[in-house]
Antibody, heavy 117, light 107 residues
Framework: EVQLVESGGGFVQPGGSLRLSCVGS????????MTWVRQAPGRGLEWVST???????HYADSVKGRFTISRDNSKNIMSLQMNSPGADDSAVYYC???????????WGQGTVVTVSS | DIQLTQSPSSLSASVGDRVTITCRAS??????LAWYQHVPPKAPKSLIY???GLQSGAPSRFSGSGSGTDFTLTISSLQPEDFGTYYC?????????FGGGTRVEFK
């Protein structure tokens, strides 16, 4: 059974930092692109970042320069380092996986990030 | 960036109704379009890939069509578990983008 489990969410002050993690199991983690998608309160789904199996990253303009995506294929873990978050970054963050050239086939349950002073 | 415009933004329908949701892209996507169902707080669920491919595990009452800039998601006979919000998403090029969503409610 495919599983994606996010962790690391919580409260963070504006300008602080937070690290989210996603552990995958039940599929060939190293050959899948891994993605973060978020949903802010009352808003729709927003693509945040994707990292390929060979660790090539892509970012939405809204997070470029502040967030860093990484992965460790030996541990089936993907991470998102969130630096200098603002109120607009408050959201449920979902981890998703898809083969190269595929959409997001598998999703985690999400982890909540609240940016507030 | 590629913009995706979904319509309608919300709809009310009855069990057994045929439901159609459209997604229009600002650029030619070929068939690089997917559809998802989201019922918070659950994880989003993949329904359709490559515009018309039924995702493994998705019920056969869901179907997708279209190519280029105009796409459609159809639910042939709406079931109680189909309420929620539906999103189209393009994965032709970065930055990936989602449509604004279509909320499906029951009459």
């Amino acid at each position: 059974e495919v599983q994606l489990v996010e962790s690391g969410g919580g409260f963070v002050q504006p300008g602080g930092s937070l690290r989210l993690s996603c552990v995958g199991s039940g599929f060939a983690f190293g050959s899948h692109d891994m993605t973060w998608v978020r949903q802010a309160p009352g808003r729709g789904l927003e693509w945040v970042s994707t990292i390929s199996g060979s660790s090539i990253p892509h970012y939405a303009d809204s997070v470029k320069g502040r967030f860093t995506i990484s992965r460790d294929n030996s541990k089936n873990i993907m991470s998102l380092q969130m630096n200098s978050p603002g109120a607009d970054d408050s959201a449920v963050y979902y981890c998703a996986a898809g083969c190269f050239g595929c959409p997001f086939d598998f999703w985690g349950q999400g982890t909540v990030v609240t940016v507030s002073s | 960036d590629i913009q995706l415009t979904q319509s309608p933004s919300s709809l009310s329908a009855s069990v057994g109704d045929r439901v159609t949701i459209t997604c229009r892209a600002s650029q030619n996507l070929g068939s690089w379009l997917a559809w998802y169902q989201h019922v918070p707080p659950k994880a989003p669920k993949s329904l359709i890939y490559s515009a018309s491919g039924l995702q493994s595990g998705a019920p056969s009452r869901f179907s997708g069509s279209g190519s280029g800039t105009d796409f459609t998601l159809t639910i042939s006979s709406l079931q109680p578990e189909d309420f929620g919000t539906y999103y189209c998403q393009q994965y032709q090029s970065y930055p990936f983008t989602f449509g604004g969503g279509t909320r499906v409610e029951f009459k």
